[in-house]
């Protein structure tokens, strides 16, 4: 059975950081592209970064700011994510992904690691 585990997450000042991470059990994921996604209270999900073999891909909202990497040995995933901004609070979800077009779409998810940034 496939499980994300996300963790990290927490309450921070604007320009604070934090760093989330996810572990993968069930099955390898050295060779999934791996995600990160937000959903904000009233708003619908949207991607925030993934990673794959080819590269690093982050929403325009985040460039600069977030950085994805992970782990292979360890099957987690990592968020760094710095110059936090009160926008950026959110419920995030790590998710094995595949591109469809031009969109980033999850396969499997995680729960949710709630993040919380105030003025």
Known sequence: QVQLVESGGGWV???GSLRLSCVASGRTFSRNAMGWFRQAP????EFVAAISWIGTYY?????ARFT???DNAKNTVY???NSLKPEDTAVYYCAVVHKE????QGDY???GTQVTVSS
């Open 13 to 15: 000042q604007a320009g």
């Open 101 to 104: 077009g031009t969109t980033w």
């Open 68 to 70: 994805i990497s992970r």
């Open 59 to 63: 929403a325009d909202s985040v460039k």
């Open 79 to 81: 968020l760094q994510m």
């Open 109 to 111: 998810w995680g729960q």
């Open 42 to 45: 009233g708003k619908e999900r």
